[in-house]
């Protein structure tokens, strides 16, 4: 099955796109292929793009306070293991602490290296990092691939407290997912909401066979998915006849 995520708000979408971001971070840091560590370099610059948003950190203590309290009051129920309670509670308060203690921003341990800034300013023009416009960088792309790795782990030092939690959220949010089956007529479905109930994200998940590709659209009110697929050319058509069941998940 093909997974799908939907943001229903943009504080979400941010936390999603951190998780891609540092996915792809620490597969690339584990390669060995300087073409690799180009492109992990190339990831951590945009995490610190990502994550120099001025409300970002307010947004993700406010999230795990939130959760802290949520199972607190779950302390006392039989139905809960007050073990496996104990050990989330410890793990959202340490993300908390060491979030809250951090005064620094993403990335800061490449602050002051210059060909480091340099390469940042480039990284995104065509070419821009070609050997005769950043020989320092070329240098360090042919150090040792163990060199490269121990300043890699040591520049995205400064990030671990802001992926633990984005981490954390993202994982209780989707384990909150209602699942449903759903039916698709004439390649659309739509779905309305309960406003007693804000949700947060939407999962979609469809069978690879079915070669259809989700439009997903919504807000808090509704959201609808229409299925499309790639014809011949490669341009995506609406499926007007395709019915369709699938899988949708609604976290909040």
Not at 103 to 114: H, N, P, V
Not at 174 to 199: D, H, I, M, N, W
Request: charged share 25%; aromatic share 8%.
């Amino acid at each position: 099955m093909i997974l799908y995520e939907y943001p229903f708000n943009e504080r979400v979408r941010t936390y999603l796109r951190l998780e891609h971001l540092l996915l792809r971070l620490g597969e690339l840091m584990a390669r060995a292929h300087p073409l690799d560590h180009h492109h992990a370099l190339q990831t951590l610059f945009e995490v610190m793009d990502v994550g120099a948003r001025a409300d970002l950190k307010s947004e993700i203590l406010k999230d795990l306070d939130r959760y802290k309290q949520v199972f607190i009051g779950y302390r006392g129920n039989p139905a809960i293991s007050e073990s496996a309670l104990d050990q989330l509670i410890s793990r959202i308060n340490a993300c908390y602490s060491a979030l809250r203690d951090d005064e620094g921003k993403a990335g800061r341990a490449l602050a002051g290296i210059d060909w480091l800034a340099a390469v940042r300013n480039r990284i995104g023009i065509p070419a821009g990092t070609c050997a005769f416009d950043l020989p320092a960088y070329h240098d360090w792309l042919h150090r040792p691939t163990d060199e490269r790795r121990a300043d890699l782990a040591r520049w995205t030092e400064g990030i671990a407290c802001l992926a633990e939690p984005v981490h954390l959220l993202l994982k209780l949010l989707r384990e909150s997912g209602l699942a449903q089956k759903v039916y698709a007529t004439r390649g659309q479905y739509q779905q309305s909401l309960p406003q007693s109930r804000p949700f947060q994200l939407l999962r979609v998940w469809l069978d690879p066979a079915l070669h259809l590709i989700p439009e997903i659209s919504g807000n808090r009110l509704l959201f609808s998915v229409r299925l499309l697929r790639r014809s011949d050319d490669g341009r995506l058509e609406h499926v007007a006849d395709a019915e369709v069941e699938f899988e949708v998940h609604l976290c909040a």
